[in-house]
C-alpha cells in the first residue's frame, strides 16, 4: 500500500459500494451484474463477491487492501493461475480487464488497491452441500479425484518458468521472522521451529519435489461439480515455491473431518490409511512422486502445524490484539513442542468430544 493510513476491511465494503464497484464493473463490462458481498471469514485478507447476470458465466471479484502483498505478489499468482488454466489444470480461470490485464490497480485517497475476477467454479463447495457427496457415487471418487486433480496442478508447475515470482517458502518461514512474530514467552515452540526448518533445509528442492504450490489445498478452495465430481480449484492467494509435499499433508489433515468423532484411535488410523492410499492413486495417476518423499509425510504434517500457527499469530497481529492462545493453537502448539507425531490424531492427547483442543496456554 502506498501511503495513507492503514485501512480496515469494513472501511473497504464502505469505499466499495460508494466508489469501487461502479469503477470496477465498468473496467471489467460488469454492467448488469448483481453484485453481492460474501461474508468474510476468519483471518480473510480480501473483499469478495459474487458477480451474477442471466444468460452470463458467474464470477467472482476480489478487492485486495492489505499492504502485505506487492503488485509483484498479486502478478505472480494471476500469471500461474492462467498458465494452469491453460494447461488443462482445473482452476478458475482468471478474467482478463478490457484493457487486456489479469490485475487492475487503483488507488484512492492514497491506498493502492488490487482488483482481479475470476470465473466462478462450478458446483459447491461440501460444506454448501452439507458434506453430502453426490448421489450414486461412493465417496472413494471424491478421495480419488482430490488427489487427481492436485497431481495435475503439481504436473503441470513442474514445467511452469515465472515471468513474476511469487516467493519461495524460505522467504517467509526463516528464523528470524520465527523470532520476531512469536512471543518470547514461547521459548520452546521458537527451538522446536528453528528446528523444524534447519530440517527442511536438507531436503531436495529439484524439480521433481519443489515448485509452485497451492499451499492452502482444503474442501473450502474448491468446488465440486455434482453432476460429474470435477473439481475445480481456487483462492492460489498463499500460493508459493514449495515442495509439492506439503499439498499432500494438507489434503491428509483436511480428511480428518470426516472421522474425528471416531473414539476408537485404531479405527481412525485405518480410516486416514485407507483414505490416503485412495488420494495417493488418484494423485500418481497424473503424476509422479518417489516413496523417499512420502515417507516424509510426518515431517510435513510439522510443517502444516507451523503454517497454522504462523498464520494466527499474523492474523492477531494485522488485527491489532495482543497475542494469546485459545484452545486449537495451544493443541497445535503441544503437537510441536513434544513431538507428538499426526497431529496428535492417534495420541492420547486426541479427545473426539473436543477435536484438535488443548487446555489454553497462557502467553
Known amino acids: 500500500m502506498t501511503g495513507g493510513d492503514f485501512i480496515n476491511y469494513k472501511e473497504v465494503v464502505k469505499i466499495s459500494d460508494a466508489y469501487l464497484l461502479p469503477l470496477v464493473s465498468e473496467l471489467y463490462g460488469l454492467e448488469g451484474y448483481e453484485i453481492k458481498l460474501i461474508p468474510a471469514h476468519d483471518g480473510g485478507r480480501n473483499v469478495v463477491y459474487t458477480c451474477e447476470k442471466e444468460g452470463e458465466d458467474a464470477k467472482i471479484l476480489r478487492i485486495s487492501f492489505l499492504p502485505d502483498r506487492s503488485r509483484e505478489d498479486f502478478l505472480a499468482e494471476v500469471e500461474y493461475i492462467r498458465y494452469l488454466f491453460e494447461h488443462a489444470g482445473s482452476v478458475s480461470d482468471v478474467v482478463s480487464s478490457r484493457k487486456g490485464n489479469l490485475l487492475e490497480e487503483i488507488t484512492h485517497n492514497n491506498h493502492t488497491i488490487f482488483v482481479c475476477l475470476f470465473k466462478k467454479a462450478k458446483g459447491k463447495m461440501l460444506v454448501e ?163 523417499s518423499m512420502l515417507d516424509k509425510l510426518p515431517l510435513f504434517f510439522k510443517v502444516t502445524l507451523m503454517e497454522g500457527i504462523v498464520d494466527t499469530f499474523e492474523v492477531m497481529r494485522n488485527n491489532g490484539e495482543d497475542p494469546e492462545c485459545d484452545e486449537g493453537l495451544s493443541y497445535r502448539i503441544k503437537c510441536l513442542e513434544d513431538n507428538i507425531p499426526y497431529r496428535g490424531f492417534f495420541h492420547e492427547i486426541y479427545s473426539c468430544e473436543k477435536p484438535f483442543e488443548y487446555e489454553k496456554r497462557n502467553i
Open 129 to 291: 452441500n452439507n458434506y453430502r457427496y453426490r448421489e450414486g457415487a461412493p465417496i472413494s471418487e471424491y478421495y480419488y479425484n482430490c488427489g487427481k486433480v492436485l497431481g495435475k496442478l503439481h504436473q503441470i508447475s513442474k514445467g511452469y518458468t515465472p515471468v513474476h515470482r511469487r516467493y519461495s517458502f524460505f522467504d517467509k518461514y526463516n528464523s528470524e521472522y520465527i523470532d520476531k512474530l512469536i512471543p518470547d514467552s514461547l521459548s520452546l515452540l521458537k527451538e522446536k521451529l528453528v528446528e523444524l526448518l534447519h530440517t527442511l533445509k536438507g531436503l531436495d528442492k529439484d524439480q521433481e519435489t519443489f515448485g509452485m504450490i497451492h499451499f492452502d489445498f482444503n474442501d473450502g478452495n474448491y468446488s465440486i461439480d455434482f453432476d460429474t465430481g470435477q473439481i475445480t480449484v481456487y483462492d492460489f492467494d498463499n500460493s508459493c515455491f514449495g515442495w509439492y509435499m506439503y499439498d499432500l499433508a494438507d489434503l491428509w489433515t483436511n480428511a480428518v473431518g470426516w472421522i474425528q468423532f471416531e473414539p476408537d484411535a485404531g479405527k481412525r488410523k485405518k480410516f486416514m490409511d485407507d483414505y490416503f492410499e485412495t488420494v495417493l492413486a488418484g494423485y500418481r495417476s497424473e503424476t509422479k512422486i518417489e516413496d
